[in-house]
């Protein structure tokens, strides 16, 4: 289980396609990870595979975790957001985020509110019944809180930049500096994916409702 806290952005050093499956192996600057131990990476929970004392990790990436999250768009030398799992002393700063991705956004338009910034993400609508306004929702393993669910964006989106498909959504929040610089939001460009977990204590309530 992870709270949504990025530790620290790690770098893709080597990348290993086959047609079913992407080996990765990343320097994450963690010198102490033991081999099984699970690691959030932009937000998808992986299993470390042969750790080094000198932080370096690798990673093994099935079809299933291709086909659901946007970890086949990485890229050698490409940063990444990493949390290591929390243990039973640690602060939840964020909420409970357990890297099981739902499904991929994409990032859509970007306005400067002083020093923040009020992004906008186009979301599958079958996650919407799973959110709400000031509620919790991890982007890129980033716990992040929703300020707004629209059926249309309220900002002006290029068609360049934009490729959602009819039943998608509109989600904004406001990213505060700290973590635009300090995780990988700052990187992203219009159009491109991310990874999209929705509130698990939602799923489990619709699913008690639905067998009451």
Not at 27 to 49: H, K, M, R, W
């Amino acid at each position: 289980m992870f709270s949504g806290i990025i530790e620290t952005m790690g770098q893709i050093i080597r990348l290993e396609r086959s047609t079913h499956s992407l080996t990765l192996e990343v320097q994450t600057g963690f010198y102490d990870v033991c081999e099984g131990e699970s690691i959030a990476l932009n937000g998808v929970c992986l299993t470390a595979i042969t750790p080094t004392t000198q932080g370096v990790v690798r990673f093994f990436v099935s079809s299933e975790t291709l086909a659901r999250t946007s970890l086949n768009q990485l890229e050698v030398s490409k940063r990444v957001n990493l949390e290591r799992a929390v243990t039973p002393s640690t602060r939840l700063s964020g909420h409970i985020v357990q890297g099981h991705v739902d499904g991929v956004a994409q990032f859509v338009a970007c306005v400067e509110i002083g020093e923040a910034k009020k992004v906008t993400f186009a979301v599958p609508r079958h996650l919407r019944r799973y959110m709400v306004e000031k509620g919790s929702i991890a982007l890129e393993g980033i716990s992040l809180t929703i300020n707004d669910i629209t059926d249309e964006s309220t900002c002006e989106i290029s068609s360049e930049n934009n490729n959602q498909k009819n039943d998608d959504i509109y989600i904004t929040l406001m990213i505060i500096p700290h973590t635009w610089e300090q995780t990988t939001l700052g990187e992203l460009r219009l159009g491109d994916r991310v990874n999209i977990e929705v509130d698990v204590i939602a799923k489990y309530v619709e699913v008690q409702c639905q067998y009451k």
